[in-house]
């Protein structure tokens, strides 16, 4: 299973790199960061079936940076929600894919982007879950800059409150958000200390090792009654060696060239992981 989803990252990154290229769009960087994320939620976690998208007993997922959607159509294309030629339309006139995440699009449940919304309506979707004693499970994945909107705090004090163990936050903790880093902007120190004054249970992990994303997501609910959060150590611009930890990697498209060397890095990671693993 680490082949595929090492594999499936790779790929989901390729998709994202290209579309976002052609589109002449943003966000290249944020999507990076959360690659692999993506790939182990769609790869080995999840409890989805492309075949039947509105089946009631979905596990849901959240992408509340919702601008980041390119690296979402892109493996929601991979898991088979509908075809990956769809993918090339990403940001154009009279697309299913929207340059922000879209519920227009198969397998997307949320129309997101205007930041701090998806964590207090998958409050509601957990909270609907347990009233309607249905199996679902809840995830929604944040940005660390995100973190600055009032609405996310609210939702951290009510999820506890209604004993929510069906939901799971994931924060894309890359460090970076849009107009410097995050320290310099609104520094979240201690972040994992504050999630767990709000009555959650934290979890903290390199968000690009997939056994310890894999692991540590097989340990939901960590407590009976309780929240889940996982704070994801990643690094914005991952796998694409003159983009990470980069701030201009936010906003900026790669032009031709900078495409090409950015799939050329990430074929030769892929060959140089499966080498490692033996």
Known sequence: MQHDTLALARLIRGHALRMVHAANASHIGSCLSMADLLAVLYGRVLRVDPQHPAWPDRDRFILSKGHAAAILYAVLAEAGFFPQEWLATYAQDGSLLLGHASHHAAGVELSTGSLGHGLPVSCGMALAGKRENRPYRVFVLLSDGELDEGSNWEAI??????????????????????????????????????????????????????????????????????????????????????????????????????????????????????????
Do not use: C
Request: charge should be negative; proline fraction near 6%; charged fraction near 25%.
């Open 157 to 278: 004090l009510f999820a506890p409150q209604h004993r929510l163990d069906n939901l799971i936050a994931i924060v894309d903790y890359n460090k970076i958000q849009s107009f410097g880093s995050v320290k310099e902007v609104l520094d979240l120190e201690p972040l994992a200390d504050k999630w767990r004054a709000f009555r959650w249970v934290v979890r903290e992990i390199d968000g690009h090792d997939h056994d310890q994303i894999a692991a540590v997501l097989a340990e939901i609910p960590f407590e009976p009654g309780r929240p889940n959060v996982v704070i994801a150590h990643t690094v914005k611009g991952k796998g694409v060696s003159f983009m990470e930890g980069q701030l201009a990697w936010h906003y900026r498209s790669p032009n031709p060239a900078q495409l090409a060397q950015a799939l050329a890095e990430l074929v030769l990671s892929e060959v140089e992981g499966l080498e490692a693993s033996g």
